[in-house]
């Protein structure tokens, strides 16, 4: 037997050795907190039957039962219990926001230039689903704003169509003026909320 | 006979909403290798990508299968190996401030990113497990559910 070989047996032998006398068998659930890929780390609560535990640290973990506080947890662990389901993550899903020349359906010239980025970004993804969402600012009656937010939703919908956008499905929407990027009170007219949001899964 | 006539209404448009709810999508699979299965009302169809998933759909893995979900808000949710993961609860309505994401890991490996709903309304987005229940804060995080071995 090569040295290699040995190293790795005898640990695991020993190891379920030990896990054999121990008793009783810990069962290893646990959730343990990674950073977000934007970069931010969020936090998660755990509430089991045994106590409620904060994590708020990357790469720290805690049981589900909630009996014990985040502890850090090792790159190698991580990755033999969640190597897979990590490696079966979907891509990311991506956002863009298009503007419109003032009133109408004809699309600024800056975001008319993110169509093609738009569409090669849902030739590359299998299985894709796109949604469209419309919006408006708070300028005009609620209902009014509704269906031209969903106007601007669909022209951009067929011009995506048009330039040869292929996707497992398409819903088009529509939020109106109650969705704002940029909070206002109601009659103000805000550019950046007359947008069509491209949401590419 | 006014009476039954509304009755009648009343359970015709629940039945509607019913339906509705039901038969609309509320995301896809993305990637799926090995055993990999979504299970919608009662019929186990062979995951790849373009599956849909609708409320109440389950997840599941065999011993060598993954497969990843991704949901019209943008949650982005995969599985490794002996997984079964069922949504319990789904809304995402966000002009009428509709939203909900309960997830139940029955038991396996889950990766997790959460999206627009958790965004908006962190207290309405959670992942039960048999042990305890995940409460999210807008974050990536994993969870594994180890069947209790039998003493």
Known sequence: MNMRLSRLILPVAAASLLGAC???????????????????????????????????????????????????????????????????????????????????????????????????????????????????????????????????????????????????????????????????????AEPRNRRVEVSVR | MRYWVVLLGILFSLSINAADERSEPIGYVKTASGEAFVITAQNRTAAQPGTPVFLGSQLQTGAQGSIGVTFKDETVVSCGPNTELTIDEYLYQPSQGKLALVTNLLKGSLNYVSGVIAKLKPDAVAVKTPNGTIGIRGTQFVAKVEPEAKP
């Open chain 1, 22 to 188: 121990a008793s009783p068998p810990k069962p290893n659930s646990y959730v343990a907190l990674l950073e977000s890929p934007d970069g931010s780390t969020g936090k998660v609560v755990v509430r089991g039957s045994k106590g409620e535990q904060v994590i708020d640290k990357a790469k720290t973990a805690a049981p589900l039962d909630g009996s014990q506080p985040a502890a850090a947890v090792s790159d190698e662990k991580l990755k033999q219990d969640f190597g897979a389901a990590m490696a079966a993550r979907p891509l990311l899903p991506e956002r863009y926001l298009l503007y419109f020349v003032s009133g109408g359906t004809v699309l600024t010239a800056e975001s008319a230039a993110l169509l093609p980025k738009i569409i090669a970004s849902v030739t590359t993804r299998p299985g894709v689903d796109v949604s469209i969402i419309g919006h408006s600012d708070t300028v005009g009656k609620a209902d009014t704003n509704a269906a031209l937010a969903l106007k601007r939703a669909q022209a951009i919908a067929d011009l995506l169509k048009e330039k040869g956008m292929k996707a497992t499905a398409l819903s088009v929407e529509s939020h109106g003026e109650s969705n704002l990027l940029i909070k206002t009170p109601d009659e103000t």
